[in-house]
């Protein structure tokens, strides 16, 4: 079992920058797959970035050069450093955990851009 608790959403202006935070409940060295999934309004959920413990890296093309995904083993927890953001990218976002063939998920973090 893996709890996962996002952190950092908020409200910000087209062109700004906000990092996501996702804190697992045990540690994640051994966690296959993590990653961050959003969903807005009237639209499927869908893969943003996501990364292995064998570093391979994965993004949306949507949000190549201007997200960031990264892993804390030490602290458990998983960021997404999300920049040059635009109203496109307004959604909720989830962690999202791949481990032991059982998938795991936060409860979510709104993003809002609009100025």
């Known amino acids: 079992q893996v709890q996962l608790v996002e952190s950092g959403g908020g409200l910000v202006q087209p062109g700004g920058s906000l990092r996501l935070s996702c804190a697992a409940s045990?540690?994640?060295?051994?966690?296959?797959?993590m990653g961050w999934y959003r969903q807005a309004p009237g639209k499927q959920r869908e893969l943003v970035a996501g990364?292995?413990?064998?570093?391979?890296?994965t993004y949306a093309d949507s949000v190549k050069g201007r997200f960031t995904i990264s892993r804390d083993n030490a602290k458990n927890t998983v960021y997404l450093q999300m920049n040059n953001l635009n109203p496109e990218d307004t959604a909720v976002y989830y962690c999202h955990a791949l481990t032991g063939g059982s998938t795991y998920w936060g409860q979510g973090t709104q993003v809002t851009v609009s100025s």
């Open positions: 045990r540690d994640i060295v051994t966690i296959y797959f």
């Open positions: 990364k292995t413990t064998g570093d391979r890296i």
